[in-house]
């Protein structure tokens, strides 16, 4: 069983910037597709950004486009999610997860269903 954990969560100024770090107890095992999703209060859960096994391919939704980055450090066994020019409206809980597969689609990406292993979360706030 894979359990991902998240980290860096926190409260900034609209346009600081946070680093949030997913990592798994016991290795991610294989190099999967991951994915970052944020939900806010009252709203549904959405993809924000994910990374295919090898780091090569990257995915974004076009509200984080130019501010997210994200990678990943296989051997480490982290993936990172580099968010600068914070607005309010990125406030909300940040998830990783894995998904069933190596590779992520460009068409089911920000789709929770690709995902098999979801972490806690871990809360942004940003302040206006």
């Known amino acids: 069983q894979v359990q991902l954990v998240e980290s860096g969560g926190g409260s900034v100024q609209a346009g600081g910037s946070l680093s949030l770090s997913c990592g798994a107890s016991?290795?991610?095992?294989?190099?999967?597709?991951i994915g970052w999703f944020r939900q806010a209060p009252g709203k549904e859960r959405e993809g924000v950004a994910a990374i295919s096994g090898s780091g090569s391919n990257t995915y974004y939704a076009d509200f984080v486009k130019g501010r997210f980055t994200i990678s990943r450090d296989n051997a480490k066994d982290t993936v990172s999610l580099q968010m600068n020019s914070l607005k309010p409206e990125d406030t909300g809980l940040y998830y990783c997860?894995?998904?069933?597969?190596?590779?992520?689609?460009?068409?089911?990406?920000?789709?929770?269903?690709?995902?098999?292993?979801w972490g806690q979360g871990t809360q942004v706030t940003v302040a206006s």
């Open positions: 997860a894995r998904a069933w597969t190596y590779s992520c689609s460009s068409d089911s990406w920000s789709k929770a269903t690709v995902y098999r292993y």
């Open positions: 016991g290795g991610f095992y294989s190099y999967n597709c």
